[in-house]
């Protein structure tokens, strides 16, 4: 009997393609079950996604591969805005690891990544935010809260910033710590996030006080988290998952007018054009910016890069919500058509932090910094 060779595993942007697929026909019943897209987050366990990122793999983000990251991502995203949300930050941390980790952390977190473990970076907080205190023992004790901890205690590897304290109390700093969180069960506040979008990325607000690390749970030195180009240049992979919003809502838009017969309207067919133009313009940010993250070796040209692409994937998401509305009208905003859904999602998935400075970052360098050529 002969044996055929096993066919190649699929490409990692493809493999995000077919689970767009597969979470666009899933999407109603996670939107309307408001919790934890615990079966998405399996299948993207199963594909390998979880690692992807890691050194050996097919996006090792050590070797020019953040185009390809990005319209994975971007893929993710027009399955399910909730799921690219916690999946971004997945990545995000493991980006963080791979910049400030030591050999031995990396090792740790990494073998933890393929076994499953997500993680995540939850930054935000009130008043009762976190801090990290030394311990004669050589401990580090945390108390108080974070907010917006996207994908909550299903997040079992979150990085979890705060102040950091010497054992005399002083502050030495915004610290990175990496919290074990399936060995807890810190007390969750489910109250503090009644959305009406992103339902699903259930980011709750939890109080991790009495939690306690060892040394080695600190990820970089204080500061860390806020070095350029990482902090700003970051902002790219959530812009990637934003545009793949963007893109479910034109075919949302596609599939109601096909459903009503419409497609032969001259201004339907105007604002599908202005649409899938946007959409289009937006895979050509993600690529240019892209390129420039993996090859520039200028802080200043990667940011200056990434604060336009955010800005305009946001202007494009915005404009592809306004031209929505119009062709839908009414009824198409009314359920179980999915425009309303990801209408809700998208918009609030946009309301990122400090739009109006990535803006007036972009004009500063560019009057200022940018080669006169």
């Not at 390809?68 to 027009?78: E, K, N, P, S, T």
């Not at 990396?106 to 997500?118: E, I, S, T």
């Not at 420039?292 to 404009?319: F, G, K, L, P």
């Amino acid at each position: 009997m002969i044996r055929l060779p096993a066919p190649p595993a699929p490409a990692p942007v493809e493999l995000a393609r077919r689970l767009q697929q597969q979470f666009s026909e899933w999407a109603p019943e996670t939107f309307a079950s408001a919790a934890y897209p615990q079966r998405e987050m399996d299948a993207i366990r199963q594909a390998g996604l979880l690692h992807i990122t890691l050194p050996g793999e097919a996006l090792d983000s050590r070797h020019g591969n953040t185009p390809a990251l990005l319209q994975l991502l971007r893929y993710i995203g027009q399955g399910n805005l909730s799921v690219g949300r916690i999946y971004e930050g997945h990545v995000n941390a493991l980006q963080l690891i791979s910049v400030y980790g030591t050999p031995a952390q990396q090792q740790r977190w990494f073998a933890d990544a393929r076994a499953g473990h997500v993680f995540g970076v939850w930054n935000t907080e009130m008043q009762d935010g976190i801090h990290l205190d030394r311990q004669r023992t050589g401990k580090v004790c945390i108390r108080g809260s974070k907010s917006f901890c996207s994908g909550s205690v299903h997040v079992t590897r979150p990085i979890v910033p705060g102040v950091l304290h010497d054992n005399t109390g002083k502050a030495l700093g915004w610290q990175m710590a990496i919290v074990p969180l399936d060995r807890y069960d810190p007390p969750v506040d489910k109250s503090f996030w009644a959305p009406f979008g992103m339902r699903n990325s259930v980011s709750y607000k939890i109080d991790f006080t009495g939690i306690a690390l060892e040394p080695t749970d600190l990820l970089g030195q204080p500061g860390d988290y806020n070095r350029q180009p990482y902090l700003s240049g970051g902002a790219i992979r959530f812009a990637a998952v934003h545009l793949g919003g963007a893109a479910a809502v034109l075919e949302a838009v596609r599939d109601y007018l096909r459903q009503l017969r419409r497609t032969e309207d001259c201004y339907h067919r105007s604002r599908v054009g202005q649409m899938a133009i946007l959409v289009e313009s937006g895979t050509h940010w993600l690529e240019r910016s892209g390129r420039v993250t993996d090859q520039s070796s200028d802080t200043d040209e990667i940011i200056y890069y990434a604060n336009m692409t955010r800005t305009a994937i946001a202007s494009i998401c915005t404009d592809c919500l306004r031209l929505a509305e119009h062709s839908a009208g009414a009824r198409g905003m009314l359920h179980p058509y999915a425009l309303p859904r990801l209408h809700a999602d998208l918009t609030m998935y946009l309301r990122q932090p400090a739009p109006d400075a990535a803006l007036e970052a972009v004009g500063k360098h560019y009057l200022n910094d940018h080669p006169t050529h």
